[in-house]
């Protein structure tokens, strides 16, 4: 199992997301683009939510960015732990740059089944 935003790890979540197939997700999550950078003491790590999918690197159409640690990204994105997003936001783990309207998107429409699949099985894989 590799550690969680290593190399590994993201060719892993990328072999994953390939065999989901289609996400059948709705338009609005569909469309939605947002950079997460993570900061920890030592490193920086690029990735993106675009499309219902995690990818590493920074979505070029991307409105927003997330800057947060690694524990409160896993917490939220790999967990769907919401109580933890909101307690993160307001004691500002989590900083936002650009269009705040797109996390709206990202807290209102629902994810599909096909990925909570796959956000529970990039979660089973993540070490």
């Known amino acids: 199992m590799p550690a969680f935003l290593t190399d590994d790890w993201f060719t892993k979540v990328e072999a994953l997301t390939a065999q989901a197939g289609d996400l059948n997700l709705p338009p609005a999550l569909n469309a939605l683009a947002i950079n997460l950078i993570v ?5 920086q790590i ?12 920074l979505a070029e159409h991307a409105k927003t ?9 896993r917490k939220v994105f790999l967990e769907y732990d919401m109580s933890a997003a909101m307690q993160a936001f307001m004691t500002g783990k989590i900083k936002v740059q650009g ?3 797109q ?3 990202l807290q209102t429409a629902k994810a599909s089944a096909e990925q909570k699949t796959l956000f ?3 979660l089973a894989a993540t070490e």
Do not use: Y
């Open 39 to 43: 900061t920890d003491a030592a490193h």
């Open 120 to 122: 529970k099985n990039i």
């Open 99 to 101: 269009d705040m309207s």
């Open 46 to 57: 690029e990735l993106a939510l675009a499309s219902g999918k995690l990818q590493k690197g």
């Open 103 to 105: 996390l709206m998107s």
């Open 65 to 73: 960015t997330l800057t947060m640690d690694a524990e409160t990204l």
